[in-house]
């Protein structure tokens, strides 16, 4: 059953003169218990993505679902029903996910406060992120790493079925990343959260069970168990993979040849 | 977590108490100053009253202490009862009736200067007037020992002299014709005091067999407030009622006074809840934007709030909390703030007034915390509505200012500017015309809203210019100021506040001008001396022998009525007057005097018990009389006494008749001989009536004194010292008599129309004369738009014509000594050396301190307070956003530093940056405030009642306008230059790693 839903997801920033599409046609399914791996070069659209699904942003076109609920037609007092109850969100920038003058204890309890308080599960969370022993600091004291660590707790204080994290690892040495991820992979498989993770960091997409590449707004390409698949479209477009850009550079005209299980491009010169 | 975010931002939360509770405190004082100042306007009326109309005098035949408590009953403002106790006597030797007074504490308030006060039943003491009764027996014709029994004797046991007329003891009852350093004259009916067991021992006879019971109730002047003029009101019309109910009798003159004090009231109540008004205005601007930033100063947290899905409420709740706490805590702090700066304000500028805070008071300092309220509400309003990704934006969206406001307030202002040009003088306690006083704060804000539009455009146009030269600073500087949203908050608070300081400052300075300028012209000199009533001589000659330099001192009698009239000695009026040529079409002050004078003319003084006229004439017919007839001035009685001196018949004759008794021992003066024919039959008059004229000589007038006749000079065989139908020539003074109307001929001691130094146009209507006749015409010598002692239309004569014109003295002449600056103790005591009686002395100040405690100066003088409070306030607030601004573009500054912008450079930003919008804001307020003041400044109260008479300058100080703009920019400076040090020290190139704020 999936946890997360996008159907032809359209959106489109308006700045004063332009108009900028960061998605265009994207249609995602997440599986309850996932962990998926948002890949892609900066501005391609992943954390728009990852905006969408927390329900931030409200689609140009298109739907999204959580947990069956479609965001679009929620209004305001239910969307942060779904967000108190479902989502978890870890922000790009450690510091902004918390506030700096609250201790480790009351940040995590912080993010409890849409739904009733669970002191231990607080505990529990600053001692799995090894934060136990300094959960009475302020936030804004912590390292780097303490904090995005402190982060992913926050993200993770109301129990959510789909835990949104915008690099999670980016300020983490590597010891520190694979200490997030595998806190990640915990909380799926321990109590089901599913995770939806923004990385550039290989090590993360490697430790998560499929990554999606989002390539110029699109979902270029997925992976599974080690293998990275394009992904046909909507339109049924496929986004040739910049490894074999070489074979088949980006405005280079192509003849497809049918087989019996798919097709193969062959490059047309001249 | 509350307080812990409010240590987090400790400096700015601790700015956002203090710029909320300075409104709240400003806020309050005002009710509290309005209401002290209440108090001052009820006092200072109630001490200009006379004493008669500074309370009740409450009389009965009853039970007075069962009346007087219920008639006071509630009010604390009173002293406490003076009872007494009173009848009238029939002074049997004498055949006059004198009071028999009792009154509680009454030596207090005598000056025994014989014997003692009366301590036993049958005592009693006595006036100068008796003072021959002294230690002698008293009887009464209606007072015996018992009924059927004999005449009580009283006792003469001490000779009194009233200290005062004016001590409110006596109730202003004038009981008392002789007071302390004055010369009594004449024997009158002025009262005996006796003790209060004299009533048991004595018993009336006659038509009134009773003792009247009375109590004085005075308004004590130390207690009574502000808010106890509507139960005075409410006691003085109860007295009227009383007195149609009961028995009792309730005497006061509060009925004028209560007018006058709630007049008083009124002006004082518009301008002050305008200026309050404002005040809460500015402070609705100032917390609004102050609130505003502290609510976006927890944007993110509002933001993470919203991300970690709590609900609409909490959010709210979460985003209002601190400013909420901030603002709850302010309120008392406030108010109690407001109370002290009150306390100190009223103890400087109204001393002796006591403190009380209104209701009003706290209510004044809700509304002004009202803004911060509306800003946090809006503020949270909108960062709890906006989507939350924006909080992450790297670039803020701009926002355009909308034009709504700005049309709304340009349209306030323009109908107010509009009322104010076509109302005139602000002074209808209505309120209705408020709006236009509004308009120095509108005006100034408007100019800030063009001003805030403007400034980014111009600097604009100056980037070009920064590209090519001036180095980083001001290049960074200029583009930060065009940025604009801390830049057009700060324009507008700073222009506004300092446009209204700028007009408070030029009004107040304007104001004291015309203050001083109408205490001169209306005062007549630097001190005033007003004495007890005198003969007019005798006050030139007293001032005489005080000033024998005739350079310090002048006589003046003043004469109120709607043509006034100031009477004086013109040479020492020249010394020692007000004078401002200007006016006068540039005469001089001595050229005017000169105009005025009165030429040396004797007098002919009639000083006797009988006259004499020697009277030769044609022969009379049979039938034919003629009524001789002389016009003497007594001076003690108002108006001619004519008195009959002959009844001519036959030829020659030598007539004898009494003067009137008083000439006996006063200085009467012959003013004009009459005559008129009697037809001693009632046969017809002869047809041709102009041949009825019969030539009447007097030859000789002599009057007898103490027995002795003497000749007196009148000046019969000399023309020019008479005039009217006849002529005076060898044979004597020749009267024309005619049978058509009433013969006369006056001594020509002044002419027909007094030459005088006029203001405004007297026209045809008379001075009203030392006597209130308003027998005198005048001419205008010298006009002019103001002169010394006259508040309106009015003339200046001399003293010696205004005598030789009068008959008598009028009771509301006051009579004055007007001395140069620093004279008045010395010529004071030189005048009471002879016998003056000194009633005050007035200087220059007191009268301008007497204008600035009416109510719309004591406004003002709030609204000068309050407005330089605000801009104070302003400033820090915009000092303040500015640091704010910078602090968080400190990630901006570091990453400046880090690619190798200066320190120096980014100092020079920091502080142009400042500065240009400082400079901005105070000289867009300054401009304002200028503007505000030509078109506002002769449209707004500033007297009780607006003087006629002098025109006012209306003229503004350059150097307080100068004091405040150096002190702005002095203050501006050193800000900005302690300001960009702070954030120059913060800015670290290591805070790139950390997030963007």
Known sequence: MSIARCEGVVQIYRAQDVEVVALRDVDLVVDEGETVALLGPSGAGKTTLLWLLAGLLRPSAGRVWINGSDLGSLDQRKLDRVRAANLGVVLQNPGRNLIPYLTAAQNVAFAQRGLRRDRRRVGDLLDRVGLGDIRDSPAGRMSGGEQQRLAVAVALANRPRLLLADEPTSQLDGESGRAVVELIRQAAEQEGTTAVVVTHDKAVSDGLSRTVTIRDGRVGSEGRRGENLVVVGREGAVQVPPEYHHLLPPGSRARIEPLADGVVLRRVEG | MILRGLWERRTLSLIVLIIAIIPVASAAVGPIYAAASRTTVVREVLRAAPAEARGWRYTTSGDVGAGVAAFTRGVDFLHPPVYGIETQGLLAAEDMNIPLIWQEGQCAHLR??????????????????????????????????????????????????????????????????????????????????????????????????????????????????????????????????????????????????????????????????????????????????????????????????????????????????????????????????????????????????????????????????????????????????????????????????????????????????????????????????????????????????????????????????????????????????????????????????????????????????????????????????????????????????????????????????????????????????????????????????????????????????????????????????????????????????????????????????????????????????????????????????????????????????????????????????????????????????????????????????????????????????????????????????????????????????????????????????????????????????????????????????????????????????????AAVLALGRTVLALYSSARRRRYELAALAASGAGLRSLRAALLVEQLITVGAGMLTGLGAGMLAARVALERIPQFAEPPTTPPLPFEIAPGPVALLVGGGVLVSVVAAVVVSEVLLRGIQVDRLREAQA
């Open chain 2, 112 to 869: 025994m200067i014989e014997g003692r006060c009366p301590q036993a039943p049958l005592e009693v003491i006595v006036s100068e007037a008796f003072g021959d009764k002294m230690g002698k027996k008293v009887t009464f014709a209606n007072i015996v020992t018992e009924l059927g029994g004999a005449a009580a004797e009283l006792t003469v046991v001490g000779v009194y002299r009233p200290i005062s007329h004016g001590d409110p003891f006596w109730f202003g009852r004038g009981m008392f014709t002789t007071v302390e350093g004055a010369k009594g004259d004449q024997r009158r009916a002025e009262p005996f005091f006796v003790t209060r067991e004299t009533s048991s021992a004595i018993t009336l006879v006659g038509s009134k067999r009773n003792w009247t019971n009375y109590a004085i109730l005075g308004i004590d002047l130390a207690k009574v407030e502000g808010e106890d003029l509507e139960t005075i009101a409410a006691m003085q019309a109860g007295a009227v009622a009383l007195g149609r109910q009961t028995q009792a009798a309730v005497f006061s003159r509060l009925d004028d006074v209560i007018k006058t004090m709630r007049a008083q009231a009124g002006t004082l109540s518009v301008p002050t809840y305008v200026v309050i008004g404002q005040l809460v205005a500015l402070a609705w601007l100032l917390l609004f934007q102050t609130v505003g930033d502290l609510v976006r100063a927890r944007s993110q947290e509002i933001a993470l709030a919203r991300l970690r899905g709590h609900s609409l409420a909490r959010v709210w709740r979460f985003a209002l909390t601190e400013p909420l706490l901030l603002l709850a805590l302010a309120f008392p702090l406030g108010l109690l703030a407001g109370r002290a700066a009150a306390d100190l304000m009223i103890g400087a500028l109204l001393p002796g007034v006591p403190l009380t805070v209104p209701a009003t008071a706290p209510l004044a300092g809700a509304a002004a915390l009202a803004g911060g309220l509306v800003a946090a509400v809006a503020s949270a309003w909108r960062t709890a509505r906006r989507p939350v990704t924006e909080e992450w934006r790297r670039t803020p969206r701009r926002t355009r200012p909308g034009w709504v406001i700005d049309a709304v307030v340009l349209a306030l202002v323009g109908l107010g500017l509009v009322e104010l040009l076509t109302a005139g003088v602000i002074s209808d306690a209505s309120g209705q015309r408020a709006g236009a006083l509004a308009v120095p704060a509108l005006l100034a804000l408007a100019l800030a809203l063009l001003a805030r539009r403007l400034l980014p455009a111009l600097v604009r146009a100056f980037f070009g210019l920064t590209r090519r030269r001036g180095g980083l600073g001001a290049f960074l500087a200029l583009r930060q100021v065009a940025r604009g949203t801390v830049t057009a908050g700060s324009i507008v608070i700073l222009a506004t506040a300092f446009g209204l300081a700028t007009f408070a400052v030029c009004a107040w300075t304007a104001t004291i001008g015309n203050y001083a300028e109408t205490a001169r012209f209306h005062l007549g000199a630097p001190s005033v001396i007003e004495v007890t009533p005198v003969r007019p001589h005798e006050l030139a000659e007293a001032v005489r022998k005080a000033d024998p330099s005739a350079l310090v001192a002048a006589p003046v009698v003043r004469v109120p009525g709607s043509v006034q009239m100031v009477a004086t000695d013109p040479i020492r009026f020249t010394s020692v007057a007000y004078w401002d040529a200007d006016l006068a079409a540039g005469r001089q002050i001595a050229d005017a005097t000169g105009l005025i004078r009165a030429p040396a003319m004797p007098r002919a003084w009639l000083t006797g018990d009988r006259v004499r006229f020697t009277v030769n004439h044609p022969s009379l017919r049979q039938d034919l009389a003629v009524r001789l007839m002389m016009t003497v001035s007594v001076p003690s009685r108002i108006g001619p006494i004519v008195v009959p001196v002959a009844y001519l018949t036959g030829t020659r004759s030598v007539r004898e008749w009494n003067l009137p008794p008083a000439c006996r021992t006063e200085r009467c003066e012959l003013r004009a001989l009459r005559g008129e024919l009697d037809y001693l039959s009632i046969a017809e008059p002869a047809p041709d009536p102009t041949s009825e004229v019969f030539g009447v000589t007097i030859a000789k007038l002599e009057i007898r004194q103490d027995g002795v006749w003497r000749e007196v000079d009148a000046g019969l065989t000399r023309s020019s010292r008479w005039t009217g139908e006849g002529e005076a020539s060898q044979d004597g003074l020749r009267l024309d008599v005619s049978d058509l109307t009433e013969s006369s001929i006056r001594m020509a001691t002044f002419p027909e129309e007094l030459p005088a130094i006029v203001t405004g146009v007297p026209g045809r209507s008379p001075v009203p004369g030392l006597d209130g006749l308003n027998a005198a015409g005048v001419k205008a010598a010298a006009p002019t738009w103001a002169a010394p002692g006259l508040t309106g239309t009015g003339a200046i004569v001399d003293l010696e014509y205004a005598d030789r014109i009068a008959y008598g003295l009028h009771s509301r002449a006051r009579f004055e000594v007007w001395v140069t600056e620093g004279q008045a103790a010395r010529i004071t005591e030189a005048l009471t050396a002879q016998g003056l009686g000194v009633l005050s002395v007035t200087h220059l100040a007191d009268l301008q301190a007497r204008f600035a405690g009416e109510g719309p100066g004591l406004a003002l003088l709030l609204l000068l307070v309050s407005a330089l409070a």
